[in-house]
């Protein structure tokens, strides 16, 4: 017996190494999407999209593509957010960090205070074992540009 199974000694009979290694690929949180789902949701007009790092690495490495930079660092961060949902709590609104920690966070955080709207783009700008992220997936980016 073989990982639960009987074997025959027929080649194939027995799941190999990779039927098994699914089970290791980490699986996306509920209520999340990738850096492309992301850029299409925005660019559609269907979500909007904020970058919730800060100002110093939004000038490093440039912001996603139609994101609006609020930073969950500065003071007024919900206030911020609000106004850009348009204070409706329901609205389509995806949060992307550097790395997915900190939007991950976020949005539990913000799903806890009643914001049903609130999606995670868990592989960030910059990506981890969720994928490449949005700029390892050589979508758009731009300068930013301070207020």
Not at 26 to 38: I, L, Y
Not at 47 to 67: F, H, K, N, V, Y
Not at 138 to 145: E, F, I, R
């Amino acid at each position: 017996m073989i990982g639960g199974q009987e074997y025959d000694g027929t080649v194939g009979a027995v799941p190999s190494q990779t039927d098994f290694l699914d089970m290791n690929e980490p699986s996306k949180p509920a209520g999340a999407v990738t850096p492309e789902q992301a850029e299409q949701l925005s660019r559609d007009g269907e979500a909007i999209l904020i970058d919730i790092r800060g100002p110093d690495e939004w000038a490093q490495s440039g912001l996603a593509e139609g994101a609006l930079a609020i930073s969950v660092h500065e003071p007024g961060f919900v206030e911020r957010l609000n106004e850009a949902m348009g204070g409706d709590l329901s609205r389509p609104t995806m949060l992307i960090c550097a790395t997915g920690g900190r939007s991950g966070q976020v949005v539990r955080q913000l799903r806890q205070m009643g914001y049903d709207g609130i999606i995670d783009v868990p592989e960030g700008m910059f990506g981890n074992y969720y994928g490449p992220g949005w700029i390892g997936a050589g979508l758009p980016v731009k300068p930013y540009k301070s207020e």
